[in-house]
């Protein structure tokens, strides 16, 4: 189950939050400032973090700041008491999923947080296909890695030959087995494979 990671520096707001997503079926973890939400151990689960804003130490913006240093992408719904324009156009800009201005309601609150990890299954999603296609990308020959590169520089299998003073059939035998090992079944989705991963062409 997704983990909500609520951080609030007043109790009353962590305590009724908390209650709140916990009575729609949601897995909570409160913190009473962001000092406390880093030095949790383990690493974040799916889910996301209900950030409220202005904290004492380190407030919710510098800890969006401080994450996103880390490397750590869990998407950020925040709250404040005394939020204005500028400040939630700097935190959307920053990658934050939403900004909710206190007091917030439960639905507008839920759709929030239901938004958020939606948000964050997705980039998980495609971050996990990235990391098995650059797998499948690693069990390619030299040889079939070279002739990947030509069929993204859009070369047709003669002049690959050519290219690589093979003759044509053994490149379509190449061109079989890329398709195989990447796990793709038309040229496009090849393409579009190579693109995620930065392959670049030959330059022919």
Do not use: W
């Not at 079926?25 to 913190?31: A, L, N």
């Not at 406390?36 to 973090?49: I, W």
């Not at 098995?132 to 070369?155: D, F, M, P």
């Not at 061109?175 to 038309?186: D, G, K, L, S, W």
């Amino acid at each position: 189950m997704e983990t909500i990671y609520l951080v609030d520096d007043d109790a009353a707001v962590r305590k009724s939050l908390a209650r709140m997503l916990r009575e729609e079926g949601c897995s909570v973890e409160t913190f009473e400032s962001a000092e406390a939400f880093l030095a949790r151990t383990g690493p974040a689960s799916p889910g996301c973090l209900v950030l409220d804003v202005t904290m004492p130490g380190l407030d919710g913006l510098a800890l969006q700041r401080r994450l996103f240093d880390l490397g750590q992408t869990l998407p950020i719904v925040f709250l404040t008491g005394h939020g204005d324009i500028p400040m939630s156009v700097q935190a959307i800009k920053a990658g934050a999923a939403d900004f909710l201005t206190k007091p917030v309601t439960a639905d507008a609150l839920l759709a929030a947080v239901r938004a958020a990890i939606a948000e964050d299954a997705a980039k998980r999603r495609v971050d996990d296909e990235i990391v098995a296609s650059k797998q499948r990308l690693a069990s390619l020959t030299v040889r079939e890695r070279e002739v990947l590169a030509a069929v993204v520089s859009g070369r047709l299998n003669k002049q690959i030959a050519s290219d690589l003073g093979i003759v044509e059939q053994t490149v379509k035998f190449h061109r079989a087995r890329i398709m195989e090992r990447m796990q793709v079944h038309t040229v496009a989705e090849l393409m579009h494979v190579a693109a995620r991963l930065g392959i670049e062409s030959t330059g022919n």
